[in-house]
């Protein structure tokens, strides 16, 4: 899509199987006002590809995969909502929100799942999780700017490591690039499960506040790992 599609509903299947960059839904430079999907978009790409375009809302009720990512953004989303009983998944990561990406809210009530959960080298302005995010290696993986990241009562952020700012592993475009900066956090808010085989969080960036509530866990080999030439600037439980 390089145009404008006011509302796209899916209650049915979208998929790609092209070899190498077939995606579900490609947004190349177009505006998708609304996106809901209540059926499955699955590609061996990303389910959803936001290139150089922009989403207003999108809302998954049911199943967006992909065998590399299951959303990818590359330009604007301004509204990320994932409802109960949904799953958004990839083997790479299932949510990849590139360095020159930019997602106003994010919000999981379902599953987000991929060897990253979420994976963001650009910028989120409000991460909410009240689901599971789950990964083989890092559940949230942030080397861009996250403005306020919390993880309300029932919520689980699982993986080797539960958060991980030191950063990410990040598609920019169509070239793949990878990078690994360090990320930024405004203000974490445990009031559920932040776990890790190796490290609940590892820190190798800026916190400006951490917040773990009564009724919170973090958890892990080492439950908050502050590594090397950071920045936590004052917490509290």
Known sequence: ?????????????????????????????????????????????????NGAGTIGML?????????????????SITVLNNT???????????????????????????????????ANGGSLGTLTNNGT???G?????????IGALTNNA??????????NNLGATIVSGTSWVSTSSAGTIGTLTNSGLITGTTSGLA???SITVLNNTVGGTINGSIGIDNLGATTISSTSS
């Open 84 to 118: 109960i009983g949904a799953t958004i998944s990839g083997s790479t990561s299932g949510i990849n929100n590139a360095s020159s990406g930019t997602i106003g809210t994010l919000t999981n009530s379902g599953a987000i799942s991929g060897y990253l959960g979420v």
């Open 154 to 163: 029932g919520g689980a952020i699982s993986g080797s490591i539960g958060i």
């Open 203 to 205: 820190n190798g960036g």
């Open 1 to 49: 899509n390089s145009g404008t599609i006011g509302t796209l509903t899916n209650s049915g299947a979208i998929t790609s199987s092209f070899s190498h960059n077939g995606n579900a839904i490609y947004n190349a430079g177009g505006t998708i006002n609304t996106l809901i999907n209540t059926g499955v978009i699955n590609s061996v790409n990303s389910g959803v590809f």
């Open 59 to 75: 809302t998954n009720s049911k199943i967006i995969a992909g065998n590399r990512w299951g959303i990818t953004n590359g330009a």
């Open 133 to 135: 995010v789950s990964a």
């Open 137 to 145: 290696y890092a559940a949230i993986n942030n080397g861009g700017t």
